[in-house]
């Protein structure tokens, strides 16, 4: 059974930074693509960025230039490197991968931007 488990959210000034990890388990032959998404409340879900198979990068424009994106093939494992940090920027973020046609998501790391 393929899980995935995102960690290192939490309370962060504005301006500051946070790393965020997507790691995965299970039975995985391959990753075609993987992404980070977010939900803030009263907000529907939406891609903050994403990585393919090829390390071709997609960013939502509110991050751009701020976040980046980066996976390690070998540990099937992801990466949201998010710097200069913004309230509205709050919400709970998700890792997605898409695995042989099939979306999996885990369950998410809530990050809170606030002084």
């Known amino acids: 059974q393929v899980q995935l488990v995102e960690s290192g959210g939490g309370l962060v000034q504005p301006g500051g930074s946070l790393r965020l990890s997507c790691t995965t388990s299970?039975?995985?032959?391959?990753?075609?693509?993987m992404g980070w998404y977010r939900q803030a409340p009263g907000k529907q879900r939406e891609l903050v960025a994403s990585?393919?198979?090829?390390?071709?990068?997609n960013y939502a424009y509110s991050v751009k230039g701020r976040f980046t994106i980066s996976r390690d093939s070998a540990k099937n494992a992801m990466y949201l490197q998010m710097n200069n940090l913004k309230p509205e920027d709050t919400a709970v973020y998700y890792c997605?991968?898409?695995?042989?046609?099939?979306?999996?998501w885990g369950q998410g790391t809530q990050v809170t931007v606030s002084s």
């Open positions: 997605s991968a898409l695995i042989i046609l099939r979306r999996y």
């Open positions: 990585i393919s198979s090829g390390d071709s990068t």
């Open positions: 299970g039975s995985i032959p391959s990753i075609n693509n």
